[in-house]
């Protein structure tokens, strides 16, 4: 029993694991609702059946329990899971409790499976399947140990099969929206309606239709990120961990970095569960997925508030030179790192990742097509922009990407998305934070678009290190559109979009300055947690499939340490 599959995973993940790298073709679940003599059951095909009823039990009544039937169809014929709900009395959900679980499942030959705190007690999962008399043989070999009541274990024998619950008996309740955000922004857009009239009116009403833009991009590219899957465990060797990186920064620039994060995280975690060394996989796998892998195209924060303020969006792929400077230093030192570390791997373990081999596959293929369709509508922003006027509708790429949004939705199996844990709920409190955040920045871009050159800010290396070291503490919107505005006022732009060119004004060049915002405002982000949004999804993914993550300091030294140099470099190649 590895420790990345241990205590960390939901019920749910964790069938959700046994059914795919098991190849399990059909499986039985049972649903009844607590306190009430009603069940029924639930056959399901693989995965994506599983996802269907698990949507399903998500809109039934609050107190409907679904549970895992041990009987599964696998391509070998029909098999049971080994499972297991210890006592509460003998085995409470205390690390006395634990260690005296560990104690029977090793007596009982359990050495790969899951461990999940059941709330009293803990339910126990077999990683692999065997024949009914195998499993009848199991549940006999219980017998004796107090751990596992006796009645338990004759009941499970008289059904012929066992079945664990999968989900508790109501919602945890409604996450909190970022209230601060809204407090602090309800006070500016007031005071700049009330303090100047029609000018404060015009800048909010501008400010509201860039923050639509942007929240619609951000709802598609989630909605749609939601409904891809992918399946299968690999083998968690230094080449693959180097492939999943590199296509995880390619990836950040067509889906955006939370959409790359959040499809490749899980399948990484999974290749690389039987390793008793990985932490330095997932710090990495922030550093370049989350961050400096998705300045190429302005598919996310902050880059597309550039485009919203009036930069081309082909104006980014001239960073390619940045980007590919950055990614293959770090991609370098990873490879490296991990080599180092899997040579040092007990034989054990990897001998135990042979064995879970399972072939990678993706689920929900049809998103693919609904997330190419949204990237050529926002390739297409200018033209239809233009058509835009023409016909008196300004918001033609706003209205293509809620089709896009749409079609993945009726389109899209649920069971990737169901998979995937998919929930309206953190793309909400984007749109609230971003409501406060648009509306707080108003007064404050003004200020630096109007007062920029004051501010001492005069070298594209002072751009570059203001806006990075900023962004590794704040949200690098904001501090994008700060200091573009700083730019702006520095060589007398009227929009973003002066600052493309390439003309030396004041002694530099406007596209400089630009590009050093860019990649400063992208890439130090990766310094914290908190840097980008991404960073601390992957982070929270990461402790719960079991790996134990650094703290906010220790990663903050860990980042500081493999990032700083390499941004020293670019400074001296670049911004000087």
């Given at each position: 029993?590895?420790?990345?599959?241990?205590?960390?995973?939901?019920?749910?993940?964790?069938?959700?694991?046994?059914?795919?790298?098991?190849?399990?073709?059909?499986?039985?679940?049972?649903?009844?609702?607590?306190?009430?003599?009603?069940?029924?059951?639930?056959?399901?095909?693989?995965?994506?059946?599983?996802?269907?009823?698990?949507?399903?039990?998500?809109?039934?009544?609050?107190?409907?329990?679904?549970?895992?039937?041990?009987?599964?169809?696998?391509?070998?014929?029909?098999?049971?899971?080994?499972?297991?709900?210890?006592?509460?009395?003998?085995?409470?959900?205390?690390?006395?409790?634990?260690?005296?679980?560990?104690?029977?499942?090793?007596?009982?030959?359990?050495?790969?499976?899951?461990?999940?705190?059941?709330?009293?007690?803990?339910?126990?999962?077999?990683?692999?399947?065997?024949?009914?008399?195998?499993?009848?043989?199991?549940?006999?070999?219980?017998?004796?140990?107090?751990?596992?009541?006796?009645?338990?274990?004759?009941?499970?024998?008289?059904?012929?099969?066992?079945?664990?619950?999968?989900?508790?008996?109501?919602?945890?309740?409604?996450?909190?929206?970022?209230?601060?955000?809204?407090?602090?922004?309800?006070?500016?857009?007031?005071?700049?309606?009330?303090?100047?009239?029609?000018?404060?009116?015009?800048?909010?009403?501008?400010?509201?239709?860039?923050?639509?833009?942007?929240?619609?991009?951000?709802?598609?590219?989630?909605?749609?990120?939601?409904?891809?899957?992918?399946?299968?465990?690999?083998?968690?060797?230094?080449?693959?961990?180097?492939?999943?990186?590199?296509?995880?920064?390619?990836?950040?620039?067509?889906?955006?970095?939370?959409?790359?994060?959040?499809?490749?995280?899980?399948?990484?975690?999974?290749?690389?569960?039987?390793?008793?060394?990985?932490?330095h996989v997932v710090i990495f796998?922030?550093?370049?997925?989350?961050?400096?892998?998705?300045?190429?195209?302005?598919?996310?924060?902050?880059?597309?508030?550039?485009?919203?303020?009036?930069?081309?969006?082909?104006?980014?792929?001239?960073?390619?030179?940045?980007?590919?400077?950055?990614?293959?230093?770090?991609?370098?030192?990873?490879?490296?790192?991990?080599?180092?570390?899997?040579?040092?791997?007990?034989?054990?373990?990897?001998?135990?990742?042979?064995?879970?081999?399972?072939?990678?596959?993706?689920?929900?293929?049809?998103?693919?097509?609904?997330?190419?369709?949204?990237?050529?509508?926002?390739?297409?922003?200018?033209?239809?922009?233009?058509?835009?006027?023409?016909?008196?509708?300004?918001?033609?790429?706003?209205?293509?990407?809620?089709?896009?949004?749409?079609?993945?939705?009726?389109?899209?199996?649920?069971?990737?998305?169901?998979?995937?844990?998919?929930?309206?709920?953190?793309?909400?409190?984007?749109?609230?934070?971003?409501?406060?955040?648009?509306?707080?920045?108003?007064?404050?871009?003004?200020?630096?678009?109007?007062?920029?050159?004051?501010?001492?800010?005069?070298?594209?290396?002072?751009?570059?290190?203001?806006?990075g070291g900023l962004s590794a503490?704040?949200?690098?919107?904001?501090?994008?559109?700060?200091?573009?505005?700083?730019?702006?006022?520095?060589?007398?732009?009227?929009?973003?979009?002066?600052?493309?060119?390439?003309?030396?004004?004041?002694?530099?060049?406007?596209?400089?300055?630009?590009?050093?915002?860019?990649?400063?405002a992208s890439m130090m982000g990766?310094?914290?947690?908190?840097?980008?949004?991404?960073?601390?999804?992957?982070?929270?993914?990461?402790?719960?499939?079991?790996?134990?993550?650094?703290?906010?300091?220790?990663?903050?030294?860990?980042?500081?340490?493999?990032?700083?140099?390499?941004?020293?470099?670019?400074?001296?190649?670049?911004?000087?």
């Amino acid at each position: 029993m590895g420790t990345e599959r241990f205590l960390g995973m939901t019920a749910p993940q964790v069938v959700e694991y046994l059914v795919d790298a098991n190849s399990v073709r059909g499986l039985l679940l049972t649903a009844y609702v607590k306190d009430r003599h009603e069940g029924r059951d639930y056959p399901a095909s693989g995965l994506a059946g599983l996802g269907t009823v698990l949507e399903q039990e998500r809109r039934s009544e609050p107190r409907t329990l679904i549970g895992f039937t041990s009987l599964v169809e696998t391509p070998e014929g029909y098999r049971q899971f080994p499972l297991i709900d210890f006592s509460s009395r003998y085995a409470p959900n205390t690390p006395e409790g634990l260690a005296r679980v560990l104690g029977v499942l090793a007596e009982l030959g359990q050495t790969q499976g899951f461990v999940l705190d059941s709330g009293r007690s803990w339910h126990y999962y077999g990683g692999r399947p065997v024949t009914h008399d195998e499993w009848e043989g199991f549940m006999r070999a219980c017998y004796g140990y107090d751990e596992i009541g006796p009645l338990y274990i004759d009941h499970q024998l008289r059904r012929g099969a066992s079945t664990l619950r999968l989900t508790t008996d109501g919602p945890s309740g409604k996450p909190q929206l970022p209230v601060v955000a809204a407090v602090l922004g309800a006070p500016t857009i007031a005071y700049l309606l009330v303090g100047f009239g029609r000018l404060g009116l015009d800048n909010v009403g501008g400010i509201a239709g860039e923050y639509l833009s942007f929240m619609i991009l951000m709802l598609t590219l989630y909605t749609i990120s939601g409904g891809i899957y992918l399946t299968g465990n690999l083998l968690g060797t230094p080449r693959n961990n180097f492939i999943f990186l590199l296509i995880g920064a390619l990836l950040a620039n067509l889906i955006g970095t939370t959409g790359a994060a959040m499809v490749l995280i899980r399948p990484l975690l999974r290749a690389n569960s039987e390793r008793t060394r990985t932490r330095h996989v997932v710090i990495f796998f922030i550093l370049v997925v989350c961050n400096i892998g998705g300045i190429l195209l302005p598919l996310g924060p902050p880059l597309f508030l550039g485009v919203l303020q009036g930069v081309s969006f082909s104006w980014t792929l001239r960073l390619w030179p940045e980007w590919l400077l950055v990614v293959g230093l770090v991609l370098a030192l990873f490879v490296a790192i991990d080599i180092y570390h899997y040579r040092r791997e007990p034989r054990a373990s990897l001998r135990a990742d042979a064995a879970d081999y399972v072939p990678m596959r993706i689920a929900g293929k049809v998103n693919l097509l609904c997330f190419a369709g949204a990237v050529l509508i926002v390739v297409l922003s200018g033209p239809l922009a233009t058509a835009g006027q023409h016909i008196g509708f300004p918001y033609l790429r706003e209205a293509g990407l809620l089709v896009m949004m749409a079609l993945s939705l009726i389109l899209g199996p649920r069971g990737p998305r169901a998979a995937n844990h998919f929930r309206w709920g953190p793309i909400v409190e984007v749109a609230v934070l971003f409501a406060g955040i648009f509306a707080v920045m108003i007064p404050a871009l003004a200020l630096l678009q109007a007062k920029g050159s004051d501010i001492g800010l005069t070298q594209p290396w002072h751009y570059f290190w203001a806006s990075g070291g900023l962004s590794a503490f704040l949200d690098n919107g904001p501090t994008y559109l700060a200091f573009t505005a700083a730019a702006q006022g520095q060589v007398g732009a009227v929009s973003a979009a002066g600052l493309m060119s390439t003309h030396v004004v004041a002694g530099v060049a406007p596209s400089t300055l630009l590009a050093a915002v860019s990649c400063g405002a992208s890439m130090m982000g990766a310094l914290s947690y908190i840097g980008n949004a991404p960073n601390f999804m992957v982070k929270a993914v990461a402790e719960a499939s079991g790996l134990k993550m650094p703290s906010f300091v220790s990663y903050l030294g860990y980042a500081a340490i493999i990032l700083l140099p390499i941004f020293a470099v670019v400074t001296l190649v670049f911004f000087r």
